[in-house]
């Protein structure tokens, strides 16, 4: 029978072979299987073809089979049966060609109009021959119902055992099983003491880098058991990275927590490159199996939890305002540029010179242009300001105004609210009054109601333009103090400035007490000459501005930025001083105090760092100089 099927047509053209394992684990395990794929060959000599026209399609060896997209070998299958070059296609059982219906029927679909044959071991198949047809289509069914079932089985029973905990995968650092099965810590105390100083260092710094840091500099290494079937559960040690920090860190094992399906490999994220599904990870509170206190903890799980959502909050800088840091400046994180609006950075770094920590927008530094910077200046200032306007805000008087404020709101909410009452009711009667002049009109008369149409959709926004505004300030409004609350702020309050001035209280743990009643700070050295426009937005929502004095000149904390003296160092000589400074201010230098650059100021700079002279040497320029000291 199966050689009326196989006509000269088909013995003109190519006979492929398609050989292919699922996973890189059955190519290893399943030789007998690949052997018998590549007998195909054999067969198709048998059959009739010269050993010359046969031709084995491996590149899929290893490659799963639900789908077709990055499985070349099968892509490749199509086009040639497509371009009517293949008189037989044979595999073992034909259904394994294609585990995917769709890219099954495809195939068949192919063969069938390019009189393409189909074969496997025991038979051969025309797609052009309805009973064949229907013979491969069910046979594809069969495999995909199977595949089904198969894969449910496993899942199931995956599923069934990590429900109860018992499902066994690779465990993290730090814990081995016993040869009961349960987890327990790693009998190696030096595994246990460095991962304890991990979690010790986060609680103290809060910052994962920090903890990487620490370790770096005290020449600790991580402890790391392989999992690779190689030196199997044998230790080795690496140096510290962030992401093995954070791997750690995210990791509920060692909250004491067995959890299971945290991940989620959804087929609609592949990757390009791969074909593989990216796995991504899931909230807290749709893990599908998380058993707490399943084994010996390291940490609890509310620190666990803790950490999970300080390293959510650091790792969006813009969003969130992080963790405190350290270094001295108190408002780094919250403080915004008062000109550009864009969020300040903090400079710490101490340069040749003695730098005080200072403030500065780069907003355009950061955008790659790199000449500009808005303005810095230093936190000294600005931050004792801060802190006393702080102080002052939570001090039992503060409190006691504060008070008088929110019963103030709320009396303002009411009459508000009485306002925006009045205002929709006068829009709603607006609009009723547009819809009934629209009505009014001859619908022939159709400029004049169309005139009407439009005014009457305008009063028909407005009302719903109102009614949203309405419903946001009430949401706004809710909040009042219950007369505990009260009496906790009040305690508070008395003894915030003893904890603020203590000096056991570091200067992070300030940075926290401030974020509990400052939401950001905005500042504005540019406007006002020696100046600085400060304005605090409380947590309350209420603004606070005044102005705070640039430091005095001499006492050594303000200096010239260094990109604006490497510029002059560059130009001194080529151009007189006049020119220089306009240059300068051009492209948005601006001096220590914040003002723009004069041939004065760039004269002072040239002569203390005894560059050449003034290009047009200006007489009055030389008796101006600034007295000694005197630093722009
Ligand atoms: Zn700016």
New binding site residues.
């Given amino acids: 029978m199966n050689t009326v099927k196989i006509q000269t047509l088909h013995y003109e053209r190519m006979a492929y072979v398609y050989v292919r394992q699922s996973t890189p684990w059955q190519v290893i395990e399943n030789r007998e299987s690949t052997e018998r794929q590549y007998h195909l060959r054999e067969r198709a000599v048998q059959l009739g073809w010269p050993a010359s026209h046969v031709e084995v399609i491996d590149e899929d060896q290893g490659r799963s089979g639900s789908t077709a997209a990055h499985r070349t070998g099968f892509q490749r299958l199509v086009t040639e049966v497509g371009l009517g070059k293949v008189g037989i296609v044979l595999m073992l059982e034909a259904s394994r060609l294609a585990r995917n219906n769709s890219d099954w029927y495809r195939l068949i679909e192919i063969c069938g109009l390019t009189s393409t044959l189909i074969g496997d071991e025991g038979a051969v198949y025309s797609p052009r021959e309805p009973n064949d047809r229907l013979l491969l289509g069910v046979k594809g069914t069969l495999s995909e119902a199977e595949l089904f079932t198969l894969r449910t089985r496993l899942y199931e029973g995956r599923w069934n055992k990590a429900r109860k905990g018992n499902l066994q995968f690779p465990l993290p650092t730090g814990y081995v099983r016993s040869a009961a099965g349960d987890w327990e810590l790693d009998p190696d105390t030096q595994v246990r003491e460095r991962l304890a100083c991990v979690f010790d260092s986060f609680r103290c710094h809060g910052v994962a880098r920090s903890v990487v840091r620490d370790l770096k500099k005290q020449g600790l290494d991580l402890p790391t058991r392989i999992t690779a079937r190689d030196g199997y559960g044998s230790l080795i040690w690496k140096t510290p990275s962030l992401s093995a920090v954070v791997r750690i860190l995210h990791n509920p094992a060692y909250a004491g927590a067995y959890v299971f399906g945290r991940w989620e490999y959804s087929g609609d994220h592949r990757s390009a490159k791969t074909g593989k599904a990216i796995a991504r990870q899931l909230p807290m509170a749709k893990w599908p199996v998380r058993i707490e206190l399943h084994h010996p903890a390291y940490l609890s799980w509310e620190e666990y939890v803790k950490n999970r959502e300080l390293l959510r909050q650091n790792w969006s800088h813009d969003e969130a305002t992080g963790v405190a840091r350290e270094g001295s400046s108190l408002l780094q994180g919250i403080v915004y540029?008062?000109?550009?609006?864009?969020k300040?950075g903090v400079q710490n770094r101490v340069l040749r010179e003695k730098r005080s920590p200072s403030y500065i927008?780069?907003?355009?530094y950061h955008n790659g242009d790199t000449d500009k910077i808005?303005?810095s200046m230093t936190s000294r200032p600005v931050d004792a300001a801060i802190a006393e306007a702080f102080l002052e805000a939570v001090s039992p008087l503060g409190v006691e105004v504060g008070f008088r404020v929110l019963e103030q709101l709320e009396h303002d909410i009411a009459a508000q609210r009485r306002q925006h009452e009045l205002q929709l009711e006068q829009a709603r009667y607006e609009a009723r009054l547009a819809q009934r002049q629209y009505d009014a009109v001859d619908p022939d008369n159709r400029l004049v109601a169309s005139e009407l149409e439009r005014r009457w959709n305008e009063k028909l926004e407005r009302v719903h333009h109102l009614e949203k505004a309405f419903i946001q300030a009430e949401q706004e409004s809710q909040w009042t103090i219950t007369p505990e609350e009260r009496q906790t702020i009040k305690k508070l309050s008395q003894d915030l400035p003893t904890v603020w001035r203590a000096q056991t209280t570091t200067n992070q743990e300030r940075k926290r007490l401030l974020r509990m009643a400052i939401a950001s700070v905005q500042l504005d050295g540019v406007s006002k000459t020696g100046e600085i426009d400060v304005q605090i937005r409380w947590r309350s929502g209420v603004l606070t501005n005044f102005t705070v004095k640039r430091t005095a000149p001499g006492d050594g904390s303000l200096k010239t930025p260094p990109e604006a003296v490497a510029k002059i160092h560059e130009m001194a000589g080529k151009y007189s001083h006049q020119e220089i400074a306009d240059r300068l201010n051009d492209v948005g230098y601006r001096t220590a105090f914040g003002r723009q650059y004069t041939h004065q100021t760039v004269g002072y700079i040239c002569r203390r760092d005894q560059l050449a002279a003034d290009r047009k040497r200006n007489k009055k320029t030389e008796r101006d100089i600034l007295k000694p000291g005197y630093i722009c």
């Fill in positions: 540029c008062g000109i550009c609006g864009n300040m927008c780069q907003a355009s808005c303005q």
